[in-house]
């Protein structure tokens, strides 16, 4: 099969889409398929056609988001090349610049067009509107989402029962909706591929003791990460167990304000900030952390409690539809509903290593059920519905994904 996939973000910037991207692309290219990349330029304002890896970069613009750039919605120097792909199917990754041009191609060559949707936008537009006309400007990312998703594309892929409600529930969208948990590669985070040496030297040169109890969290510094609910927590964590240590990966525009509320409740000691990690030594920062913990309830999937699990972590997460699809609570991590049940189940950890232990291991299998072949498996069976062949997908099976995932689970731990 010839793909092309259309993303506004890919490697070398690095974000939780573009790491999807980019193991999606090479799942499909382990199967034989042929995978073909519309992107941004993200280094400059120039078009760029990577011939050897079949990759087309569109200039863009900032928005002031991060660092995403928008493009035209219809370039002309990329429509010829794409033309000459002779693609079976066109899967987009995004809705606005680059996904809008993926929707003119597909009707102008009569592609099919399957979507996959990632970002829940609605939390998100306060980063432009700067807290003036947040509810006209959800109602406009509503309507343009439901205009893409709903009237331009062939099938709709999800990864959360989460997201596939607020299609279903909120938005009223009619058609198919494939519920497909993105997949990584959980090999990268094997807690056996570092040594205890590697391990150590780099918990030394950050400033932290061997027997320090490192708490991680990896994820953007932004509002909607709430990030500052861990940083309030940790006072008084550290104060009843003054091992304990909250280490903070990520970049993002609320960097600066989480330090200062670091400093401001004196915690500079018990709190690390790393800022940005390149993406390559991201697993072997994984194996620094006792557990993982997030409370953000902004995700449509949460991929870095996957990779934590990958890397035999117990989750401590926040009780939301995008983690408790893949956290069973006390089996393969551990749900909570406010600070209080946060703290409480943090300072559990800390004294209780056997029970760190018993999660671990499970934690590690259900990473592995997101694995990217898995992954892939699910993703070619859409693109075959879309395509109008003998196989079809039934909606059922996809809303029913996770409870056979639990069951499964289930199966494994308990041999029921």
């Known amino acids: 099969m010839r793909i092309g996939i259309f993303t506004d973000t890919y490697p070398p910037y690095i974000n939780g889409v573009s790491t999807s991207v980019a193991m999606l692309q090479g799942a499909l290219e382990k199967k034989g398929h042929e995978v073909f990349i519309v992107t941004v330029n ?30 035209g919605i219809y ?25 809008t041009f993926a929707r003119i191609i597909a009707k ?17 537009v306060h980063y432009i509107t700067k807290g003036y006309f947040n509810g006209t400007s959800k109602k406009i990312v509503e309507y343009l989402t439901k205009f893409y998703c709903d009237k331009t594309a062939t099938e709709l892929i999800v990864p959360t029962k989460k997201t596939y409600d607020l299609f279903k529930q909120k938005y009223h969208v009619e058609r198919n909706i494939h519920i497909i948990p993105t997949g990584i590669e959980v090999e990268r985070f094997y807690k056996e591929n570092f040594t205890k040496k590697e391990i150590q030297d780099l918990k030394k040169e950050i400033g932290f003791q061997e027997d320090d109890f490192v708490i991680l969290f990896v994820g953007r510094m932004g509002k909607e990460k709430s990030v500052d609910f861990l940083i309030d927590a940790q006072k008084d964590i550290s104060k009843k167990y003054p091992c304990a240590r909250l280490l903070l990966i990520g970049d993002g525009p609320y960097l600066e304000a989480y330090q200062n509320l670091a400093k401001k409740l004196k915690l500079e000691q018990k709190i690390k900030f790393l800022g940005k990690i390149p993406w390559e030594k991201i697993p ?14 902004t995700e449509t999937q949460g991929l870095t409690i996957i990779e934590a699990m990958a890397a035999s972590l117990p ?3 926040i009780d939301d539809e ?21 703290k409480q189940t943090v300072e559990r950890l800390v004294k209780d290593k056997q029970q760190i232990d018993r999660i671990s291991k499970q934690a590690r299998i259900s990473a592995d059920l997101h694995s990217s072949k898995y992954f892939a498996e699910r993703v070619l069976d859409v693109y075959k519905v879309a395509l109008g062949g003998e196989y079809q997908m039934k909606e059922m099976q996809s809303k029913t994904f996770f409870g056979r995932f639990k069951r499964e689970i289930r199966r494994i731990f308990h041999g029921k």
């Open 322 to 342: 995008s983690f408790n699809t893949v956290i069973i609570d006390e089996l393969n991590g551990y749900l909570f509903k406010n600070k209080k049940s946060y």
């Open 75 to 99: 370039p002309l120097r990329a429509i010829e090349k794409i033309r000459k792909w002779n693609l079976d199917v066109i899967h987009s990754h995004t809705e606005f610049g680059v996904g």
């Open 108 to 124: 102008q060559l009569s592609i099919p067009l399957v979507h996959t949707y990632h970002t829940m936008y609605e939390d998100y």
């Open 315 to 317: 989750v401590v997460a």
């Open 284 to 297: 072997l920062y994984y194996q620094l952390g006792d557990i993982f913990v997030t409370a953000s309830q």
């Open 42 to 71: 993200a280094d400059n304002m120039s078009y760029k056609y990577e011939n050897e890896n079949r990759i087309i970069r569109i200039p863009g613009i900032p928005i002031g988001i991060f660092d995403y750039r928008l493009t």
